[in-house]
């Protein structure tokens, strides 16, 4: 039910999952019905704001500003990011015109992390809003990806004098929050924390999976990442019946070092992460479908070959583990529009073997990748996590139900659905024999793109 004023009023969004994709210019209109462009997401019909805070990796500032209905451009805005040395002297030149844009840089002390985290803090005279992301700040991100997006509901104030627990969540999302929050370790997140603290979040129905930089023992391993993913399937996920024939879908835009064969990482401790449902887990024969655009997938994309500017998946990286291309399957989404909609989008689930029903879904910037969802070490009694992330966990019990069914036409979207709008079509299609994984930096120009040209990175 829509939760406030605003809701109803801006035009049908889904408020069973509040999970939303991003518009995408040039498809035709029944494809964006339900999806947000930036500046609805900052519109006055969500809440009359008073501060943001945007969490991101790559920022246009003037382009970021600009995306601020007038009435709110000169708010305080702060900016949280990963920059350091040159490149965060370039950000802050970026804000040089703009007085109200802050800055807060994340501690980076792990070799390769990055802050990929996307999220915005929304203050409003009405209340909270917590919107959790895959885009970068910067134009091309909003024009012709796939992107996706939670969305919570606005979280009003507390009446005065509310005690510390008050305002809590089924899922504990105000905690997780709360806790992710502190662990940036900075004083620009005080006031934020303190903030959070007074508002009401009991309606929020996901669950937070984040990943802070660091090495984790004992008890603080299932905090983070794919261990605190694994945790959460444990606690508040049923086995079923069969399950091993379920199959788990990983969907992402880049992909790290996996290691010499699949038993270094992925069909090892990740495929018993992905696997978990309840008391039972590792299920080597769990079908594992990964989905990542193919080079054809990019050069017909609305983009053309620049859509893989933001796939880098480098060639020093693929010819160490051609073993895992055989786990890869197309991006293709007829059923949202977007198949020439390159992903930037991070998705992961768990399907029935029709892919009529999910166990689970995730949306999260989380690319496949160790520095992202963490590797264990030290003989399994420490795990080591190099970046920020952050995602929600959907999962069935949390809205009343066994599984979630798949919704077959997201678009145009309904309101009251209660199928689940996976973003792109299932089953997924395996790669041809003359597919191959885009890669970002070598040649192709034996065929031309969608704008005629050919892809020569220097
Ligand atoms: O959205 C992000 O968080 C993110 C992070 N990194 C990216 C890189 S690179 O830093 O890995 O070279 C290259 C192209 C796109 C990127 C991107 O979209």
Not at 12 to 29: A, H, I, P, W
Not at 209 to 217: A, E, I, K, L
Request: charged share 20%; with cysteine.
């Amino acid at each position: 039910e829509p939760d406030d004023f605003f809701e109803t009023s801006f035009p049908c969004l889904n408020d069973t999952y509040r999970f939303y994709l991003n518009k995408v210019t040039g498809l035709d209109r029944k494809y964006n019905t339900g999806a947000l462009h930036i500046k609805d997401i900052l519109s006055p019909l969500f809440g009359t704001l008073k501060e943001s805070v945007q969490f991101n990796y790559c920022f246009d500032i003037a382009w970021m500003v600009n995306q601020f209905p007038p009435e709110f451009r000169d708010l305080p805005v702060l900016i949280v990011h990963g920059d350091k040395r040159e490149a965060k002297a370039r950000l802050l030149k970026q804000a040089q015109p703009f007085p109200h844009v802050r800055f807060c840089q994340a501690k980076l002390d792990i070799a390769f992390g990055t802050h990929h985290t996307k999220m915005m803090l929304l203050w409003y005279e009405e209340g909270f809003r917590v919107v959790i992301l895959t885009s970068n700040l910067i134009r091309a991100d909003w024009y012709q990806k796939t992107q996706g997006m939670w969305m919570s509901p606005l979280f009003p104030r507390l009446p005065k004098g509310s005690g510390a627990s008050a305002g809590e969540s089924p899922t504990f999302f105000k905690r997780d929050l709360l806790e992710y929050l502190a662990s940036y370790r900075v004083p620009e997140l005080e006031e934020w924390i303190q903030r959070i603290k007074e508002h009401d979040l009991s309606e929020t129905r996901v669950y937070l999976v984040g990943s802070t930089p660091g090495r984790y023992v004992g008890e603080n391993m299932e905090r983070w990442g794919h261990l605190r993913l694994r945790k959460l399937l444990h606690d508040h996920a049923e086995p079923i019946p069969g399950e091993e024939r379920w199959p788990v879908i990983g969907q992402f835009s880049s992909i790290g070092s996996m290691g010499l064969d699949k038993t270094k990482w992925l069909a090892g401790e990740f495929q018993r992460t992905l696997t978990t449902l309840g008391k039972s887990s590792l299920r080597s024969d769990t079908p594992v479908h990964l989905v990542f655009p193919s080079v054809d997938d990019v050069r017909t994309s609305l983009e053309g070959y620049p859509a893989g500017g933001s796939l880098p998946y480098s060639l020093q990286t693929a010819q160490k583990q051609l073993w895992l291309h055989s786990y890869f399957h197309r991006w293709k989404a007829n059923t949202t529009g977007r198949s020439h909609a390159m992903p930037h989008i991070k998705t992961y689930m768990r399907a029935s073997p029709d892919f009529t029903e999910l166990a689970w879904f995730v949306v999260t910037s989380s690319n496949l990748s160790k520095a992202a969802w963490g590797a264990l070490e030290k003989n399994n009694t420490q795990v080591m996590v190099r970046s920020y992330e952050l995602g929600v966990l959907y999962l069935p019990a949390a809205f009343g139900m066994k599984t979630f069914p798949v919704l077959k036409d997201p678009f145009p979207v309904s309101s009251s659905s209660t199928g689940f709008p996976v973003p792109f079509d299932l089953p997924p299609v395996c790669y041809s024999p003359k597919d191959q994984p885009w890669i970002w930096n070598i040649p192709y120009n034996q065929a031309p793109d969608t704008h005629g040209n050919i892809w020569v990175p220097s």
